[in-house]
């Protein structure tokens, strides 16, 4: 099956950083990919639909200057959390559809922030 | 907001015993549901999927019902191991679009 890759892995960082969180689909294209945030016990959130070539779509409730959303190119997408506070410590998960009408899903393996 | 939804958060069961894991759905118009096993610290694993043509589908230990008359889904494993404890979650979707999980459910499984 398709394959999508997250990198880090996990990070660490200061409060009032930003970190960057960035999202490939490595042996397919991917025009459209979705970025989520788990918050521990909970279910996953859609926060953003990052579209190539286009503006990212912002679900209700997150601010789109807060988590800026760059579709690079038809296999990169990149969630930076700007200015980041121990709030926004989560599980942060991409997806990318195999596309055309089809449905099918492939979720990168996530990535835990942690701001101190 | 979620629009599917699960109707218990915890399930405990013996191992060999079948476990089932209910999902309530709200939106009539999604047409692709899967069932998804998360472990901690890890992404979503893709267990079993369901397209709405359809009211039953099996794979390997699995299978997934679906009833839309009553928008639910339910996801029945055979013989439960304890390699399968995780949190499991429901999600639907059209195509193309994001997909929408439940809540949860996390099944413990006991030897």
């Known amino acids: 099956g398709a394959v999508v890759s997250q990198h880090p892995s996990w990070v660490i960082c200061k409060s009032g950083t930003s970190v960057k969180i960035e999202c490939r689909s490595l042996d397919f294209q991917a025009t459209t990919m979705f970025w989520y945030r788990q918050f521990p016990k909970q279910s996953l959130m859609l926060m953003a639909t990052s579209n190539e070539g286009s503006k990212a779509t912002y679900e209700q409730g997150v601010e789109k200057d807060k988590f800026l959303i760059n579709h690079a190119s038809l296999t990169l997408s990149t969630l930076t959390v700007t200015s980041a506070h121990p709030e926004d410590s989560s599980f942060y998960i991409c997806?990318?559809?195999?596309?055309?009408?089809?449905?099918?899903?492939?979720f990168g393996p996530g990535t835990r922030l942690t701001v101190l | 907001g979620e629009s599917v939804g699960l109707h218990l958060p915890t399930l405990s069961v013996q191992e060999g015993d079948n476990s089932i894991i209910n999902c309530a759905y709200s939106n009539s118009a999604s047409d692709y549901f899967i069932w998804y096993k998360q472990e901690s610290g890890k992404g979503p694993q893709f267990i079993i999927d369901?397209?709405?043509?359809?009211d039953k589908r099996q794979g390997q230990r699995v299978t997934v019902l679906l009833n839309k008359t009553v928008k639910h889904l339910s996801l029945q494993i055979a013989a439960t191991q304890p390699g399968d404890s995780a949190v499991y979650f429901c999600a639907e979707n059209q195509a193309g679009t994001a997909l929408i999980f439940g809540k949860g459910t996390t099944l413990s499984v006991s030897s």
């Open positions: 369901i397209r709405s043509n359809m």
């Open positions: 997806s990318a559809p195999s596309g055309g009408a089809a449905n099918e899903q492939f």
